[in-house]
């Protein structure tokens, strides 16, 4: 799939099942074995970990103190006993935990300028872990091993729904006739839009089915109108001003009222408003995300003949300043000259500091490397 392909898929809101014609083809980012070694460790902990059972009385979710003790360690063979009776295992951001699946979500953030997660679904064969749901966010399903077959309904039941509009089994109701029935191989993608109702069971017999969902956190416009009226506020002295709440109950004085709210909201609708928010958001995704360095603990100096390139995992976007810029990232800002934004420009696609000047060039990639912002091609 190609970027504009990605782009489409993103902003057609439909569903999508995406072959993959390759079983191994997530073997990379995941497997059981991996699972087995997190539940080995002390970081395997509810709410990270959690059971869901669709076969249950009321909630799918199974209780914590069934498989974890009171600090939430888990008890793994209280959580061994629940799977094998057919609760699924759930395991949340794991890409918080998973260096491969970090890489991958990175690269996603990459793309769409916006969060990434992954959560991990184990279900035992024949099992199904939740009812009929939507999300509130866009999804992307990979199916690792085994298979699962899904429904998948073609409207959405809540457009553009988002985390402040929960499912409501009560409200939201799929009609069964209306649902699209997918089998995922391994290797296979589903993208679901978020308020689209979908739900999904392991296939009988064989063995389990392991996919990984992929959350797509994208800002929704009233995030974006927020941020931009957050930013606008203090070279807008108009949404400073104060809004005369004694005037709400006046009806001669709502038309007024309304008047200087189109007026403001079109104030806060600018070119300079547009970048402030993007501006933003780069920062909340190189700020909120677990920091990715290009380095670890031993980084040789580089050496003028060292192909070196911005670190693929890290988050960064350059900010004009004056004559120069700044380099801004989850670490300390980098002051940067004219001829160092030159530099940096051509490091995205890799260079060596012979190629970029020499030694003062060096002494320049020198800097980033010890940062993790540089890494050897």
Not at 198 to 212: I, T
Not at 277 to 302: C, E, H, K, S, W
Request: with cysteine.
């Amino acid at each position: 799939m190609t970027v504009p392909e990605a782009f489409a898929l993103r902003e057609g809101g439909e569903a999508r099942h995406l072959p993959g014609g390759d079983a191994r083809r997530f073997a990379p980012l995941l497997s059981i074995a991996d699972l087995d070694a997190f539940l080995r460790t002390d970081a395997a902990r509810s709410p990270r970990v959690s059971m869901a059972d669709s076969s249950r009385d009321g909630s799918a979710a199974v209780p914590d103190d069934l498989f974890a003790d009171e600090d939430g360690r888990i008890d793994p063979i209280g959580l061994f006993q629940l799977f094998d009776g057919g609760a699924t295992l759930v395991i949340s951001q794991f890409h918080e935990m998973h260096p491969p699946l970090a890489r991958f979500c990175r690269g996603l953030e990459k793309l769409f300028l916006h969060a990434v997660q992954a959560n991990i679904y184990l279900t035992p064969p024949g099992a199904q872990g939740f009812r009929t749901h939507f999300d509130t966010h866009d999804v992307l399903v990979l199916q690792v091993s085994g298979h699962k077959a899904w429904r998948v309904w073609g409207d959405m039941l809540l457009p553009h729904a988002t985390r402040n509009t929960p499912w409501d089994g009560t409200v939201h109701r799929a009609d069964p006739a209306g649902a699209r029935d997918v089998l995922l191989a391994p290797g296979d993608v589903l993208y679901v839009p978020r308020g689209v109702a979908h739900d999904a069971a392991a296939q009988q017999g064989g063995e389990p089915s392991l996919h990984v969902t992929v959350g797509l956190l994208e800002p929704s416009w009233a995030d974006a109108l927020k941020a931009a009226i957050d930013q606008m506020e203090q070279q807008q002295p108009a949404l400073r001003q104060s809004f005369r709440t004694w005037r709400l109950a006046d009806e001669a004085s709502r038309a007024g009222l309304l008047s200087a709210a189109r007026d403001r909201l079109a104030a806060v609708a600018t070119e300079e408003s547009l970048d402030l928010v993007a501006m933003r958001f780069l920062q909340q995704l190189g700020t909120d995300r677990i920091l990715m360095p290009g380095r670890g603990l031993v980084a040789p100096r580089p050496e003028l003949d060292d192909r070196l390139v911005l670190a693929d995992a890290v988050h960064h976007y350059v900010v004009p300043m004056g004559e120069g810029a700044e380099l801004r990232w989850a670490g300390p800002s980098v002051p940067l000259t004219a001829a160092e934004l030159v530099w940096l420009e051509r490091l995205g696609e890799g260079a060596t500091a012979r190629e970029l000047g020499g030694e003062a060039a060096l002494a320049f990639c020198a800097r980033l490397m010890a940062l993790g912002l540089l890494e050897r091609a």
